[in-house]
């Protein structure tokens, strides 16, 4: 269990025009977005204001506490930040590239 230092954020905030945060992705998964990062890590914070940017609310977990840095060993990212797990997928690193795939998951306006 993660302990109040261990969890840093959680975020929601409004689109420019004003609608509300996302809530499900796409294929109508639960909403469920955690954000791994390190405190010297310029693509975390760049990874950070994306989702700010964007609407999606996330959790963010501190990688330096050695609970957190197990998990991401363990897991897919292998220890590397910024991680993303986003709707179900693994996005480690950030960039272009995953500004699309992240955006894909979630539906469309119509």
């Not at 957190?68 to 986003?86: F, K, M, S, T």
Request: aromatic share 10%; charged share 20%; hydrophobic share 45%.
């Amino acid at each position: 269990m993660l302990t109040k230092a261990l969890f840093m954020s959680m975020t929601c905030v409004m689109l420019a025009n004003g609608t509300a945060c996302a809530q499900t992705c796409a294929r109508d998964r639960p909403l469920d977005v955690k954000l791994f990062v390190t405190a010297e890590c310029l693509q975390c914070d760049e990874a950070r204001r994306f989702l700010y940017s964007q609407g999606i609310p996330f959790r963010e977990f501190d990688a330096r506490y050695p609970e957190i840095a197990r998990r991401l060993l363990d897991g897919p990212a292998q220890g590397a930040v910024p991680a993303i797990y986003i709707c179900g997928e693994w996005f480690v690193g950030f960039g272009a590239i995953t500004k699309h795939q992240i955006l894909n998951l979630f539906p469309q306006p119509t």
